[in-house]
């Protein structure tokens, strides 16, 4: 049957397949092929096959280039005037008092916990749903990462099992506002009240996502972002660590820079290092870039929330998907990552890797997104490291012990067998996208007994 002679009635035959209630414009299935036709890892033709997602990063010479190209010509590359101004910017935009850039996410992390002198012995309470720089940054300051279990719901931390893990060597919790969707906050601000521990905030997913009206990253003692090209203010590279202590901002600038006095980090400028610093200065083409992203950022995020809450209503009704919840104290997220869960009992018995497969075959790209951190060798690397022998009781640098007391369930289910992910950047076109999407799984599902029997 071609789109031409696709009638009325057999879309209301075929959309009822979709369940009852979905609100899914007609067009979808007019416009080419309907969801009951063969999918296309059965032979049939992609339904989205030809489809251009929205590009990223976006770069517009029209309004993008102009101070580029100044600070380029100017010669001026080093940290000066433009890195200052966008930091003030960064700040102004999150209601944070400062901000120091930083040349990545991971360093902004790392110069966040260093200068709360979170260090050797410490603990730190990490999420183990996450990216490996949340934890690495915890063990290059020779901290020991503890993992929390994350709620399958909301992709985030458990707080109610954060408590169970804290010890007298506890220092910090690291919630990590993964995918750009927020933490419960209130949750974890009470319990680091409680034990008077320091919060660092790993908002590298989560620009302008919002907890009750804040700006996550603002909400802790201080917040990491990255600007690494992925991320939904790309610059290349790129990190911030914003903070209201304009004293620790003042240790983390002199430490990004070579531990030269810097404001409160007391000495004069001529005098030497005050603190063993490092050198991970932003530059002016870096900062140059930023603020052009900057401008679109705000627009870009509501469109990512309209269009995520489109897609989720749509999603709630496919059997076997599962789409994330945010907490009730959530204003806004962020959407780094549209995140699913795929039930393959609705599926029948379809295994994630061929669903995914199936979804790429249609033209819609996805992925199953993290895979396990904490029983990896990088850890152990840490643990037989001279370093880390030297700080803490044999005990506990058993690996086998670790990775047992660090097992975190629900994590393993979301990693293993659930998660899927959609990039932010399919969330930037028009909502009738959505409804593309949403098709794409329909028709997966529709068949899915089928392509379980010849896929697995
Ligand atoms: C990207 C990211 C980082 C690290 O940022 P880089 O700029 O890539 O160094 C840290 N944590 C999370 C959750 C991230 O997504």
């Given at each position: 049957m071609t789109a031409k002679n696709y009638s009325r009635r057999d879309f209301i035959a075929k959309s009822s397949l979709l369940g009852a209630g979905i609100a899914v414009a007609p067009h979808v299935f007019s416009s080419t092929l309907a969801i009951g036709s063969k999918p296309a890892i059965l032979?049939?033709?992609?339904?989205?096959?030809d489809k251009q997602w929205p590009k990223w990063p976006r770069w517009v010479p029209e309004t993008d280039e102009k101070k580029l190209l100044e600070v380029v010509r100017s010669g001026i590359w080093s940290r000066a005037s433009v890195t200052a101004e966008f930091e003030s910017e960064w700040a102004r935009t999150l209601g944070a008092k400062r901000c120091l850039s930083v040349v990545n996410g991971t360093n902004a992390l790392i110069t966040a916990l260093s200068q709360f002198h979170i260090g050797a012995g410490d603990e730190v309470i990490v999420p183990p749903y996450t990216f490996i720089a949340s934890v690495t940054s915890v063990l290059l300051n020779g901290a020991m990462p503890v993992f929390v279990d994350i709620d399958p719901e909301t992709f985030q931390i458990d707080p109610t099992k954060i408590e169970a893990k804290i010890t007298s060597r506890t220092k910090a919790i690291m919630p990590v506002h993964i995918l750009g969707l927020p933490v419960d906050m209130d949750r974890i601000m009470a319990i680091a009240k409680k034990y008077n521990l320091f919060v660092i905030e790993d908002a590298c997913q989560a620009h302008l996502a919002e907890y009750n009206h804040k700006k996550v990253g603002t909400i802790g003692h201080a917040g990491c972002f990255s600007f690494q090209n992925s991320k939904n203010l790309p610059i290349g590279e790129g990190g911030a660590v914003v903070s209201n202590d304009d004293q620790f901002i003042d240790r983390c600038f002199s430490y990004h820079n070579l531990g030269i006095p810097y404001g409160t980090a007391v000495g004069t400028v001529s005098s030497g290092s005050v603190i063993m610093g490092t050198k991970v200065r932003f530059t002016e083409y870096q900062a140059a870039i930023g603020l052009a992203m900057l401008k679109r950022l705000d627009a870009e995020t509501t469109t990512r929330n309209e269009n995520a809450a489109y897609l989720s209503s749509l999603l709630q009704?496919?059997?076997?998907i599962v789409p994330y919840k945010l907490y009730?104290?959530?204003?806004?997220?962020?959407?780094?990552l549209y995140p699913f869960r795929f039930m393959k009992e609705a599926f029948g018995g379809l295994t994630r890797t061929s669903f995914i497969k199936a979804m790429r075959a249609e033209g819609v790209p996805c992925s199953s997104g993290y895979t396990l951190l904490t029983d990896k060798p990088y850890l152990n690397d840490a643990f037989q490291s001279a370093a880390f022998k030297a700080i803490y009781p044999p005990e506990m640098l058993d690996f086998d012990a670790y990775v047992a007391a660090n097992r975190c369930p629900k994590n393993e289910q979301l990693c293993n067998e659930e998660a899927v992910w959609l990039t932010q950047n399919m969330l930037l076109g028009p909502r009738t996208d959505m409804d593309e999407i949403a098709g794409a799984i329909s028709r997966i599902h529709k068949n899915a007994a089928s392509i379980a029997k010849l896929h697995g």
């Open positions: 032979g049939g033709r992609g339904i989205w096959a009704q496919i059997p076997g009730d104290k959530v204003t806004r997220a962020a959407f780094h």
